[in-house]
């Protein structure tokens, strides 16, 4: 990483942040040291920060990352305050998520939304952490227990009341979010306008709901020396059909070229479900699964295009923004594959 | 009039020296950047050559799914005007639900399938034809 700063730590917010801190550790003193943005962050801003905490609980030396909502966010993501409550319940469960240590709704200590979380080491890059002779069993397998300790928080969690429950139906809910994100591009791509009618047609009953992360897969977790450190981005999280969360991390599109082993590309399903088995107390459904990963394609489209918008409307010029806008073809493809395959889903459950 | 060397031959060139003589130097924390680069050429490089060939195999899939036949005579902004019609009333039926059962005597799922496949193909030949092996 390059030793850039942000131009969000400067001289004039510096005191600022640095009191607030304080103010929120219980501490007397708080010095803030920046040492530039980390990468992975195509929707917030990741800072890495280290602080010199003097008195209070928390006192001694940090090394944090400091996320802040970027100039623009997009409409698939929820508030920091509220991710800061997800990372909250999620790490009172169990799950390996960052440690979270303050968040700040006031705009004028660092002029947006943040908080403050500890810093985990390891390797992210999703080409990197598919790289491996064997498969990863054991490694899919702990996500899979993760996923499934994270899936025992719901709506009753303390601190989750912020986040909207569906309503009435997740699998509905999400098609109208992505038709409502897709914008013109539902009326004019045939292959997209398919995968939508797909998934109002073959949509799951409402059951229960969970907390789900909503975008658990291969390059948004920290691997070192093989073990699982942290699991990250946690931006997308909300209420979710749990089988959801399962889809999304055995699609094609977070396989890193490891077509063979689907789960997220290191290992077989089997050992991903079983750990998730293992702690969330219930039974994965395939049929569901296979749905959800549908539906993973149709949103990852609907993402993509989001992504592609924040360049072309000028808002935010950016090479990747405007690449992931030409990754829809990629996409689809994955979306026809898969809807080849489970095929019969669309007889047997379909309307009519 | 013609210029010489064109557009086409200039980025030709352009991302031959790129890839070639200047990529290998690249430090790693710029690399990402610098490929990103050379796909996003790649894809300018492969659009200029191959649009109007694309814009006809995605209106031939849409001919056969209804029965009409493709106008091999368009180009240019007249054939993805064309391509972009036909694909816009797809929609529509599609979201209607003209396609929810795949019936015998109408234009069913299987036909609607191909004809889908063969768009993406067509797209995927000019964003990223490493895409199309399975």
Redesign the interface.
Known sequence: ??AQTSAMIDDTSRPRLEAWLAEATGATRVTVADEGRLGGGAISLNLAVTLDVDGGPQSGRHACVLRAQSAAGIQASISKGQEFAVLRAAFDAGVAAPEPIAACADPAVLGAEFYVMRRATGVGAGHKVVKSDQPQRDLARELGRQLGRLHRAGPDTPGLGDLPVPNPCPALDAVHAYKAWMGGV??????L??G??WLE?NAPPPGEVVLCHRDFRTGNYLVKDGQLTAILDWEFAGFSDPMEDLGWFCARSWRFGRNDREAGGLADREDFYAGYEETSGRKVDHQSVAYWEASAYVRWAAIAILQGRRHTSGEEPS??L??TG?????I??DL?RH??AI?TL??EA??? | MRTSPDARELLAISLKTFREELLPHIPP?QRY?AL??A??LG?VEREMAGLDEAGHTMLGALALLYGEDADDSLSGDDLRERV?GL??R???E??A?D????GQDTVG?DT??E???E???A??GI??PK??NP
Do not use: Y
């Not at chain 1, 539902?186 to 292959?191: F, N, Q, Y």
């Not at chain 2, 396609?99 to 795949?102: A, L």
């Open positions: 990483m390059g539902a009326t004019c791509d045939p292959v306008a398919w939508l009618r047609v090479l990747e405007a690449l030409r990754m829809l073809p990629e689809e493809l026809l809807l080849k095929g669309t007889t379909g309307v009519g | 924390a950047t990103m680069i796909n996003a894809i972009h694909q816009h797809l929609c529509i599609i979201a639900g396609f929810d059962h795949g799922q609607l399938m004809c889908l496949e768009i993406v193909h797209r995927l964003s990223n895409a199309l």
